[in-house]
């Protein structure tokens, strides 16, 4: 197995995931500070099972906590995958797709609310505008585009809420040296590095961010 986990084929289970039941019995850490919080995700499954394994533990952890879920839109691959996982475990979705992706008929009908917008822009606005937090699971430009946007938007002071990188099976990892490297090279600063969680659960991103809600503040992060 490679560092990024996706060199060989093959299931590799993913321990927190319960596919019979969305609410175990037994205590969990409640959370406080977050309500809805944007999963960004990809429009594919993934290479490894891992990754849908990661996405419906994800929805079980979420709607536990009462917690609703903002998303794209979509109805294929990861995006699709953690929609269904939460509605069934009974929770709410709010979904919010650009036209154009409506007219490809891959938009979620299924969803509690699907907001229609017009481009991209909106899309990351008005998903911005219903979360209180961000998580990212594995995905492509898509996902790495919202995220940054997130993250710059925080830094620029557009807004306080923070986001948390979620790192199944270490697919994250090269990213977060590459952060680690633009740190080092003077292009990133410790405050603004400082930003992005990192967790290897749904249960530990969870409780970061509710964390990081209740003390964020307002403001530019130089």
């Known amino acids: ?124 606005a008005k998903m911005t505008e219903l979360a209180d937090a961000f998580v990212a699971l594995p995905g492509g430009i898509g996902t790495l585009d919202e995220l940054f946007e997130a993250w710059s938007w925080n830094a620029l002071g557009y807004h306080a809420k923070p986001f948390c990188l979620l790192n199944i099976d270490n697919f994250w990892n090269g990213m977060i040296e590459f952060i680690d490297h633009a740190t080092a090279c003077g292009f990133l600063s410790a405050q603004r590095r400082g930003q992005l969680l990192v967790a290897q659960t749904p249960e530990e991103a969870l409780k970061k961010l509710d964390e990081a809600a209740g003390t964020a503040a307002q403001g530019i992060v130089w």
């Open 1 to 124: 197995m490679s560092p990024n986990g996706c060199a060989r084929g093959g299931r590799r289970h993913f321990p927190l995931w319960r596919p019979s039941r969305c609410r175990p019995q037994g205590a969990y850490r409640p959370v406080n500070n977050i309500k809805r919080v944007a999963v960004y995700c990809g429009s594919a499954m993934g290479a490894q099972p891992v990754f849908a394994d990661a996405a419906d533990a994800l929805a079980a952890a979420m709607v536990e906590r009462d917690v609703d879920l903002v998303y794209g839109g979509g109805k294929l691959g990861l995006m699709g995958r953690t929609a269904d996982a939460v509605l069934r475990c009974g929770g709410k979705v709010f979904g919010v797709i650009p036209d154009a992706l409506v007219n490809l008929e891959v938009a979620h009908e299924g969803v509690t609310e699907l907001h229609k917008v017009a481009d991209m822009h909106e899309r990351k």
